[in-house]
């Protein structure tokens, strides 16, 4: 047989940075199914790539060239992408947060490394910074809730800043005072040294900045010109016996106010970063770690708790203290902890450091088992951060009754933006909106028709152009304006929500074809549905009719409880309404009764002509009793929500094979209702763009329950065999 050994490490460098390439290509995919972290996929993948692993890359020196740009494009980015402005509101509470969450961490874990694990002072020292200074990894739940504005999200990032620059302050005097041994005289010249290289950083980059920006325009030129300061401001701080990473941070501190977070010039400092240089580094850092060390003894397990366990109380004792000195409510102090509790890419950075710092000969301030602690430190720290965050954040909307606002209906920015292609769907969707619109308004609709950039082109642009017209008599006929499109892209969804954009839609109306293709969620959403609801935050209307909207005699609205806290309440409810109003038939809504008190004051108030009714339904589970109380003349309305928002719920994740086991043959439409946020448009080394709507965990329940018996509230029928509810 061949022996595949002799291939292996890989040295030539076209095929090295082909496997780097997949690398990154396929971990985000991977660990989005298991729900891991991306950065530690990164890392993991280096792992099982590396001479521990199964020894396929050899670590050459492009892993040190591009790891040492990807090391200090962390420091830069997460510096850059700082809310300045913000800071600057609430310093004087930042101070004492960041204070606090930087000491009572540094002291627990340096006391715990010296008398609990034995480790010398230095190494103490080193590990006490590595674990007060922390990753705003959980900062994109945040932004989904809405609630970046909040006291206790301000005060977070402003001391993680604070604690991540006195931890880089630490490692800076700790590797310069182990180069010269230290003394009253070095710790003078060392402060003055850093007094100095600010003040010089201060006043060097701005005026570059400002000079060249005004001067040239050309996007290359301000690229290479930023990354120029970036490692300029590297190469000062290793020139005064500084780390590279202290001027890198700096730097991006300085430049913070002259690159805007939405300006083309920081999309592309992401996107070199996040596509090449930052996984690199990543991969690199895996590559060193040995995990055999797990197998050889307990040691390296009492590393892991002690820094987990000392460092996460730690960050919490900080967080919940400053909640009581400020006077903030608990669950603002639940923020702060969830917040400030994860380690990502500075503890990297910081451990990277310390893995250069040598003590004796061969021997260095971080060793083998202390990195591979610290990845899988950062692993269950970043769990932790990402679920305390995220309850966190529902019970601040819940407590402070940021519900949605009924002004919002009236001023009512209605604009529907209507994508068609099949014309057998296409002219019920236009007579539904229609029928959802507000004529007052009087505010046309628009409808678009997207077609593959390929060799059809011009006979999908042909055939759509006629759909459009014929659509735009029919909507004419009933005295409504519309404005029609035929675009040209390579992916349908983001043609959409180019277009959703251009047209400032305030809400997408879209035919659901693929209901009849199974249960699973990527037949039953269709090619492109399922990217569409997860890249818009704005409300997407599904709709399946079986009939005409005519022949419709009732509405029946399933309504997810806390439904009332997602700023789209009233803007889905009114179209319903409407559509009730229109049809001149019941509308029946099924869900808990605080959540329907909400509904019956708006209609009472609103829409009183209208003939509605309440059901109770307490929890989402019991949707699939619904389906036995469901006629063939009626429409069934199922109101859900995205992952991550304060409605949506576990039992959500089973919609798809519920509405295909239960209401196949139904009238149906799904709404997903506005909600807070736009993170899809938001790209970060910590958080990519892409996601994964179905785990690992959810395929192995799924498969689990096929074993099982079969659903107790349904049967077949005997004409069709569709699976129904019994009465």
Same mark, same amino acid.
């Given at each position: 047989?061949?022996?595949?050994?002799?291939?292996?490490?890989?040295?030539?460098?076209?095929?090295?940075?082909?496997?780097?390439?997949?690398?990154?290509?396929?971990?985000?995919?991977?660990?989005g199914k298991l729900r891991i972290p991306h950065i530690i996929g990164m890392v993991l993948a280096g792992v099982l790539v590396g001479k521990y692993g199964l020894n396929i890359l050899e670590r050459d020196d492009s892993f040190e060239l591009f790891g040492k740009v990807g090391l200090y494009y962390i420091m830069f980015l997460a510096s850059l992408e700082m809310d300045m402005d913000g800071l600057r509101k609430n310093i004087p509470q930042m101070t004492i947060f960041g204070l606090l969450s930087f000491l009572i961490p540094f002291i627990l874990t340096y006391l715990t490394s010296v008398w609990f694990l034995g480790y010398s002072h230095e190494a103490s020292f080193l590990l006490g910074a590595l674990m007060a200074s922390n990753t705003l990894i959980a900062y994109p739940i945040v932004g989904r809730y809405g609630l970046q504005h909040k006291p206790s999200v301000t005060i977070s990032v402003g001391g993680s800043m604070l604690a991540l620059l006195l931890a880089l302050i630490c490692l800076a005097a700790l590797e310069a005072a182990h180069d010269t041994g230290g003394g009253f005289f070095f710790w003078v010249w060392f402060f003055a040294k850093v007094v100095g290289f600010v003040v010089v950083l201060l006043?060097?980059?701005?005026?570059?900045?400002?000079?060249?920006?005004?001067?040239?325009?050309?996007?290359?030129?301000?690229?290479?010109?930023?990354?120029?300061?970036?490692?300029?401001?590297?190469?000062?701080?290793?020139?005064?016996?500084?780390?590279?990473?202290?001027?890198?941070?700096?730097?991006?501190?300085?430049?913070?106010?002259?690159?805007?977070?939405?300006?083309?010039?920081?999309?592309?400092?992401?996107?070199?970063?996040?596509?090449?240089?930052?996984?690199?580094? @990543? *991969?690199?850092?895996?590559? !060193?770690?040995?995990?055999?060390? &797990?197998?050889? +003894?307990?040691?390296? /397990?009492? $590393? %892991?708790?002690?820094?987990?366990?000392?460092?996460?109380?730690?960050?919490?004792?900080?967080?919940?203290?400053?909640?009581?000195?400020?006077?903030?409510?608990?669950?603002?102090?639940?923020?702060?902890?969830?917040?400030?509790?994860?380690?990502?890419?500075?503890?990297?950075?910081?451990?990277?450091?310390?893995?250069?710092?040598?003590?004796?000969?061969?021997?260095?301030?971080?060793?083998?088992?202390?990195?591979?602690?610290?990845?899988?430190?950062?692993?269950?720290?970043?769990?932790?951060?990402?679920?305390?965050?995220?309850?966190?954040?529902?019970?601040?909307?819940?407590?402070?009754?940021?519900?949605?606002?009924?002004?919002?209906?009236?001023?009512?920015?209605?604009?529907?933006?209507?994508?068609?292609?099949?014309?057998?769907?296409?002219?019920? @969707? *236009?007579?539904?909106?229609? !029928?959802?619109?507000?004529?007052? &308004?009087?505010? +046309?609709?628009?409808? /678009?028709? $997207? %077609?593959?950039?390929?060799?059809?082109?011009?006979?999908?642009?042909?055939?759509?152009?006629?759909?459009?017209?014929?659509?735009?008599?029919?909507?004419?006929?009933?005295?409504?304006?519309?404005?029609?499109?035929?675009?040209?892209?390579?992916?349908?969804?983001?043609?959409?929500?180019?277009?959703?954009?251009?047209?400032?839609?305030?809400?997408?109306?879209?035919?659901?074809?693929?209901?009849?293709?199974?249960?699973?969620?990527?037949?039953?959403?269709?090619?492109?549905?399922?990217?569409?609801?997860?890249?818009?935050?704005?409300?997407?209307?599904?709709?399946?009719?079986?009939?005409?909207?005519?022949?419709?005699?009732?509405?029946?609205?399933?309504?997810?409880?806390?439904?009332?806290?997602?700023?789209?309440?009233?803007?889905?409810?009114?179209? @319903?309404?409407?559509?009730?109003?229109?049809?001149?038939?019941?509308?029946?809504?099924? +869900?808990?009764?605080?959540?329907?008190?909400?509904?019956?004051?708006?209609?009472?108030?609103?829409?009183?002509?209208?003939?509605?009714?309440?059901?109770?339904?307490?929890?989402?589970?019991?949707?699939?009793?619904?389906?036995?109380?469901?006629?063939?003349?009626?429409?069934?309305?199922?109101?859900?929500?995205?992952?991550?928002?304060?409605?949506?719920?576990?039992?959500?994740?089973?919609?798809?094979?519920?509405?295909?086991?239960?209401?196949?043959?139904?009238?149906?439409?799904?709404?997903?209702?506005?909600?807070?946020?736009?993170?899809?448009?938001?790209?970060?080394?910590?958080?990519?763009?892409?996601?994964?709507?179905?785990?690992?965990?959810?395929?192995?329940?799924?498969?689990?329950?096929?074993?099982?018996?079969?659903?107790?509230?349904?049967?077949?029928?005997?004409?069709?065999?569709? @699976?129904?509810?019994?009465?």
């Amino acid at each position: 047989m061949m022996n595949l050994s002799q291939y292996f490490p890989i040295t030539d460098p076209t095929l090295t940075f082909l496997v780097v390439l997949l690398i990154i290509l396929s971990a985000p995919i991977v660990m989005g199914k298991l729900r891991i972290p991306h950065i530690i996929g990164m890392v993991l993948a280096g792992v099982l790539v590396g001479k521990y692993g199964l020894n396929i890359l050899e670590r050459d020196d492009s892993f040190e060239l591009f790891g040492k740009v990807g090391l200090y494009y962390i420091m830069f980015l997460a510096s850059l992408e700082m809310d300045m402005d913000g800071l600057r509101k609430n310093i004087p509470q930042m101070t004492i947060f960041g204070l606090l969450s930087f000491l009572i961490p540094f002291i627990l874990t340096y006391l715990t490394s010296v008398w609990f694990l034995g480790y010398s002072h230095e190494a103490s020292f080193l590990l006490g910074a590595l674990m007060a200074s922390n990753t705003l990894i959980a900062y994109p739940i945040v932004g989904r809730y809405g609630l970046q504005h909040k006291p206790s999200v301000t005060i977070s990032v402003g001391g993680s800043m604070l604690a991540l620059l006195l931890a880089l302050i630490c490692l800076a005097a700790l590797e310069a005072a182990h180069d010269t041994g230290g003394g009253f005289f070095f710790w003078v010249w060392f402060f003055a040294k850093v007094v100095g290289f600010v003040v010089v950083l201060l006043a060097i980059i701005p005026r570059f900045t400002r000079w060249f920006l005004r001067r040239y325009s050309d996007a290359v030129m301000q690229f290479i010109f930023i990354m120029s300061m970036l490692f300029m401001s590297a190469a000062l701080s290793e020139a005064i016996g500084l780390e590279g990473i202290v001027g890198a941070f700096l730097s991006g501190l300085i430049l913070n106010r002259y690159i805007p977070h939405v300006s083309p010039l920081m999309s592309r400092l992401e996107f070199i970063g996040n596509a090449i240089f930052i996984p690199y580094f @990543l *991969i690199g850092v895996g590559m !060193l770690i040995n995990l055999r060390l &797990l197998f050889q +003894g307990g040691g390296i /397990i009492w $590393v %892991v708790l002690a820094m987990v366990f000392f460092g996460t109380f730690g960050k919490a004792l900080a967080a919940y203290l400053a909640s009581i000195l400020f006077r903030l409510p608990l669950s603002s102090g639940h923020m702060m902890f969830g917040l400030t509790s994860a380690h990502a890419a500075g503890a990297i950075a910081i451990a990277m450091v310390g893995m250069q710092i040598e003590t004796a000969p061969g021997q260095y301030l971080i060793g083998g088992d202390v990195l591979n602690g610290i990845i899988i430190m950062i692993l269950f720290t970043c769990i932790i951060s990402t679920i305390v965050t995220e309850q966190a954040a529902q019970q601040i909307i819940i407590r402070d009754k940021e519900m949605a606002s009924e002004d919002e209906a009236q001023n009512d920015d209605e604009r529907m933006l209507i994508p068609v292609k099949y014309p057998e769907y296409a002219s019920e @969707l *236009i007579n539904l909106a229609v !029928l959802m619109r507000n004529q007052k &308004l009087n505010r +046309g609709l628009v409808a /678009i028709n $997207v %077609v593959y950039d390929d060799t059809n082109i011009r006979k999908n642009q042909e055939q759509g152009q006629l759909l459009l017209e014929r659509l735009s008599q029919q909507a004419a006929a009933s005295d409504v304006r519309m404005q029609t499109q035929v675009r040209i892209a390579a992916n349908i969804a983001n043609g959409i929500k180019h277009s959703f954009k251009e047209f400032r839609a305030s809400e997408i109306l879209i035919g659901l074809h693929g209901a009849a293709g199974g249960g699973s969620p990527a037949k039953f959403w269709g090619q492109f549905h399922q990217s569409l609801f997860n890249g818009l935050n704005r409300q997407i209307i599904m709709a399946r009719l079986r009939q005409p909207l005519s022949t419709i005699r009732r509405i029946q609205v399933a309504v997810p409880s806390r439904a009332q806290f997602e700023p789209g309440f009233y803007r889905w409810l009114e179209r @319903l309404a409407r559509l009730a109003e229109n049809l001149e038939c019941r509308i029946v809504f099924h +869900g808990r009764s605080d959540t329907l008190a909400f509904v019956n004051e708006y209609m009472r108030n609103r829409h009183h002509s209208v003939r509605a009714e309440y059901m109770s339904m307490p929890h989402w589970n019991e949707l699939p009793r619904l389906a036995g109380t469901i006629a063939e003349d009626h429409l069934f309305v199922v109101v859900t929500a995205r992952k991550g928002t304060v409605s949506y719920k576990t039992a959500m994740e089973r919609l798809p094979e519920e509405l295909t086991r239960f209401f196949s043959g139904t009238n149906m439409m799904i709404i997903f209702p506005d909600q807070f946020g736009d993170a899809m448009d938001e790209m970060t080394f910590a958080q990519p763009q892409h996601t994964e709507e179905l785990s690992a965990y959810d395929l192995l329940r799924k498969w689990g329950r096929k074993l099982n018996i079969p659903h107790p509230f349904r049967r077949k029928k005997k004409a069709s065999g569709e @699976l129904h509810e019994s009465a």
